[in-house]
C-alpha cells in the first residue's frame, strides 16, 4: 500500500526560497536605483521652482516686503527700494554647492535673502553658474559663469541633470 506524502521535501523548500530571494534582490536593486533617480529629479524640479520665482518677481519688479518705498506718483517709483532702482532677482549656489539663495538685488544695500534652500543629502551643483540675476522689465540675465547648470548625485555621477538659461531668459531641462 502506498503512503500519502504530506509537505514539501527540503529541496522543494530551499529552491523556492532560492528564487523568492533572487527576484526580491532584483527588485530592491531596481528600486534603490528608482529612488536615487528621483531624488535628483525632485532637486532639480525645486530649483527650477526657485529660478522661475525669482525671475516672476523680476519681471513684476516685485520690491521685497521689508523695503521702505518713498511715496510717489509715478508707475516708475513702484521699482524703488532702498531709494534705488531695482537691479533684479539673484539666485546664488554657496562657494561648497551644497546651497543657494534667492535674493532682492537693491543697491547699494547687500541683498539680503527671501528664501535659502539646503540641497538634499547627496546631491550636488556639479558645475554652471554660481549665480544668475534676472533684471526687471525685460533687461535681460547676468550670469556669473556659464549659462547652465548640472546637477548630480554624489554617489552615482552617471545620474546628472542640466538646467539651461537661454539669454531671453527660458529655462529648460535636460536629462544627461
Do not use: W
Not at 121 to 144: D, M, N
Amino acid at each position: 500500500m502506498k503512503r500519502l506524502q504530506k509537505g514539501f521535501t527540503i529541496i522543494e523548500l530551499l529552491v523556492s526560497i532560492s528564487v523568492i530571494a533572487i527576484i526580491s534582490g532584483i527588485g530592491f536593486a531596481s528600486f534603490t536605483q528608482f529612488n536615487r533617480k528621483q531624488q535628483v529629479t525632485n532637486t532639480v524640479m525645486m530649483i527650477l521652482s526657485d529660478l522661475r520665482l525669482a525671475q516672476s518677481k523680476a519681471q513684476s519688479s516685485e520690491i521685497p516686503p521689508d523695503t521702505p518705498t518713498p511715496p510717489c506718483e509715478t508707475p516708475f517709483c513702484a521699482t524703488i527700494c532702498h531709494g534705488n532702482p531695482l537691479v533684479g532677482y539673484k539666485v546664488e549656489f554657496a562657494a561648497d554647492n551644497l546651497s543657494y539663495s534667492i535674493k532682492a538685488v537693491c543697491p547699494p544695500n547687500t541683498p539680503s535673502p527671501i528664501k535659502t534652500v539646503t540641497l538634499p543629502g547627496g546631491i550636488v551643483r556639479v558645475s554652471g553658474f554660481s549665480s544668475v540675476t534676472f533684471k526687471p522689465l525685460q533687461a535681460g540675465i547676468q550670469f556669473v559663469g556659464v549659462n547652465k547648470l548640472v546637477i548630480s548625485a554624489t554617489y552615482d555621477a552617471s545620474l546628472t541633470k542640466t538646467i539651461n538659461i537661454s539669454s531671453g531668459g527660458e529655462i529648460n531641462i535636460t536629462d544627461n
